[in-house]
């Protein structure tokens, strides 16, 4: 019998989870995100990461499908809810993320966030996150910001996603 699905929809609701219910979540959602990226099953991407297929269903049920051959597959995306760093109207946070484009889309913009903070990427590469938003929040282009913030150590989490206290009985 596979558990019951979980839904994840805030920083809240992640908090809740205890650490290795997190731990389990992340590398579920790695797996669905690997099965994508190189278009196979998910049982593969599961085996792969390190994680049973029991625990992917139970974290990202809506993000798969039957396929050929009795294989579950990926769907083309979901609305999961991810976390992730990113700078946003002038605040270095863990942003909540609906869906797989919203997270790929964060992952770019602190990418590039960070580095510039550190002195590894140009202003023309900050220049390409002018104007965008991600979450309906306006990324964070400016390079004073995010020197302030570097200065001050907030944009620089070692794990982010495990650095969100535990409020879960299991950890």
């Known amino acids: 019998m596979c558990p019951r699905s979980y839904r994840v929809e805030s920083l809240e609701d992640l908090r809740r989870l205890s650490e290795q219910e997190r731990e389990e979540r ?5 797996a669905v995100k690997d099965a ?3 278009g196979g099953p998910v ?3 599961a085996d792969e990461v ?4 029991r625990a992917v269903r139970r974290w990202a049920a809506e993000a798969l499908r039957p396929g050929p051959g009795g294989w579950t597959y990926p769907t083309e995306t979901d ?3 991810r976390f992730s760093p990113v700078v946003l109207e002038g605040e270095s946070q863990i942003a909540a993320l609906v ?3 919203e997270a790929d889309d964060a992952a770019v913009a602190y990418d590039v966030q ?3 903070a550190h002195g590894r990427a140009t202003r023309d590469e900050l220049r390409i996150l002018e104007g965008r938003r991600i979450g309906g929040k306006l990324v964070t282009a400016d390079p004073e910001t995010l020197r302030r913030l570097a200065l001050a150590n907030e944009i620089d989490p070692e794990d982010p996603y495990r650095e969100i206290p535990a409020g879960g009985s299991n950890g």
């Open 36 to 38: 994508r990226q190189y």
């Open 26 to 30: 992340r590398l579920a959602l790695r």
């Open 79 to 81: 609305s999961l809810v």
């Open 43 to 45: 049982e593969a991407a």
């Open 114 to 116: 960070w580095r510039f």
């Open 99 to 101: 869906g797989p484009e």
């Open 50 to 53: 390190g994680i049973e297929m």
